[in-house]
């Protein structure tokens, strides 16, 4: 086991792991699985299970399998498994092979047919109204479909004739005979197989019948020799039927462990619910910047080491909880900080002409790329007559302690000259159009000996070069903390403000930007150039500078 992992203490699922390896259960050997189901985008919530298996195979010498659910070609498509592949490798992780459920489905089949000769699976005509109120309720025993004691022979036939496409969608399925008096709905004689007349995306046309996931997913796990098939909490009364048809079938004893899932502030998890959101056209798509999708956060500018520390800081809980947003913001902003170019940036420029400086001089000033990497080095940024600043960095009649500029004042352009405003200039409805102000020679950055002390340092951009560019800022996507649990729809939570768009005026080294450059830009936050970036520069905002997480 890795140093970090003996450093802090383990949780639950690591103890679990330790004993078996102990003990030398499967051999000594661990090999979990990672295994989504093709039909939507994965989100933060998937990101924590994600860690979690290919972490804790990596730490104890194993593998992890990436296995896709694709049990319902209703809703699948291959552009959710292009997605999921590329976000799992984004984050860091590989796995040892890749499946798919519909890989199994002619040994599903054969133990579905093991299951009917054996008298534990039986073909019911019953409709799904029938079925549900037969079922019973968790204190009152269900009662026998008129279908439950076909004979083997029978039950053959049928279930044969399903597979062939001769009965319609609905008119039967097959169900495990289990318990009707079991306090566990879930043993109530599940539903193994239905009838569904749909192109799959791997296998064509030739099926008819597809597997129920309580069927296909444990005996998957088992086919793989999964040692820990490791799921959430909502799953806890499903492992009593995993375990059953393993047991039934004599197959490879995989074992199922539950963890509590992810529930973060401000946003919702549900991939119905985030289908919603993209269909309704409340985001442009499933990776806009607000979404808690992993494509939505690399968009962003969230970077794999952030999600990946923010997993391992939340840990492995037996209980659900939500997990305040600021938490994973910490995190960005913490790698960020690290690994980000600083640059200057104005959204609200307001022009200043620095009167005594020469016509035409060009002065080259040296700026840090990153003070906290002494190996990014400098960048040169050229200082001219006319500059931008920020128009909130001036004001006319400013309070007490105001330490940008003002009438009269001084303050320092970073890296580069100090500079007065000497003048305000206006239109003639009395908006500033213009600072005059005069540089103070001796003054530039590193080579100041002009024996002057300011307290304020404000950014610029060079009026002469300065690139144009779009930026968006992005906020909360909803105004509660937890939209799912309040009353009504959800989407009347969305928050109208979770994007603003301004114009602002960059340093012409942007205009080299890459999606893979990370950004501070000074005092504003940090940035990613976004995909839609063409000839118009475009930036989002990936999380600002201040720290609003408070740790307990």
């Not at 593998?63 to 694709?70: I, P, S």
């Not at 900080?337 to 035409?360: C, H």
């Not at 830009?521 to 989002?540: A, Q, T």
Request: hydrophobic share 35%; net charge negative; proline share 5%.
């Amino acid at each position: 086991m890795s140093e970090e992992g003996k450093e802090r203490s383990l949780n639950f699922i690591e103890e679990i792991v330790e004993n078996d390896l102990k003990n030398n259960r499967h051999g000594g050997r661990i090999l979990t699985r990672f295994p989504p189901e093709p039909n939507g985008y994965l989100h933060i919530g998937h990101a924590k299970s994600i860690c979690l298996n290919f972490g804790l195979a990596k730490r104890y010498g194993g593998g992890t399998n990436l296995r896709f659910d694709d049990t319902n070609p209703v809703t699948e498509d291959t552009e959710y498994v292009d997605s999921i592949k590329n976000d799992v490798k984004w984050l860091g992780f590989d796995w040892v092979n890749e499946y798919y459920a519909s890989d199994y489905f002619d040994q599903l089949y054969a133990y579905a047919i093991k299951l009917i000769k054996d008298g534990y699976a039986y073909v019911d005509d019953s409709t799904s109204e029938e079925m549900a109120a037969l079922k019973g309720t968790p204190t009152v025993p269900g009662k026998p479909s008129p279908y439950r004691d076909r004979s083997v022979e029978e039950n053959l036939e049928l279930f044969e004739g399903m597979a062939a496409g001769k009965y319609p969608e609905g008119s039967r399925v097959l169900r495990a005979k289990i318990d009707l008096n079991s306090s566990n709905m879930l043993m109530r004689d599940p539903i193994m197989y239905r009838i569904k007349f749909a192109h799959h995306h791997r296998t064509g046309d030739k099926w008819k019948v597809y597997p129920m996931y309580d069927f296909a997913h444990g005996q998957s796990d088992s086919i793989e020799e999964i040692t820990h098939s490791i799921c959430t909490l909502e799953f806890v009364a499903h492992r009593e039927l995993y375990d059953w048809f393993i047991e039934k079938l004599g197959i490879f004893p995989s074992k199922q462990y539950e963890f509590a899932r992810l529930n973060m502030t401000y946003t919702v998890m549900s991939k119905r619910k985030l289908l919603q959101l993209v269909n309704e056209k409340f985001v442009s798509s499933w990776d806009d910047p607000r979404m808690p999708t992993i494509s939505g956060m690399r968009r962003r500018g969230y970077t794999p080491k952030a999600i990946r520390d923010f997993a391992e800081r939340i840990g492995i809980q037996k209980r659900d909880n939500l997990i305040d947003v600021s938490l994973l913001e910490f995190f960005v902003r913490e790698d960020l900080n690290r690994i980000s170019t600083r640059v200057m940036a104005v959204f609200e420029p307001l022009k200043v002409v620095i009167t005594n400086w020469p016509e035409g001089k060009v002065e080259v000033c040296k700026l840090e790329n990153n003070p906290e990497d002494p190996e990014s080095g400098h960048r040169e940024v050229n200082f001219g007559k006319e500059i931008f600043i920020e128009a909130s960095d001036f004001m006319e009649e400013p309070p007490a302690k105001y330490f940008r500029l003002k009438p009269g004042g001084m303050v320092r352009l970073k890296g580069a000259f100090i500079i007065q405003c000497d003048e305000v200039v206006k239109d003639a409805e009395g908006k500033i159009t213009e600072l005059r102000c005069s540089y103070i020679e001796n003054s530039k950055s590193g080579e100041d000996v002009s024996g002057l002390k300011v307290k304020g340092v404000i950014h610029w951009v060079n009026a002469q070069e300065a690139a144009e560019a779009e930026v968006r800022l992005y906020d909360r996507l909803f105004k509660v903390e937890n939209p799912a649990a309040e009353e009504g729809d959800f989407k009347d939570f969305i928050n109208e403000n979770s994007l603003q768009v301004v114009k602002a005026l960059v340093e012409p080294s942007l205009k080299k930007a890459t999606l893979e450059d990370k950004y501070q830009f000074i005092r504003n936050g940090y940035f990613v150039l976004d995909p839609d970036s063409g000839e118009k520069l475009i930036f989002n905002k990936t999380v600002g500078l201040k720290d609003s997480w408070k740790p307990a």
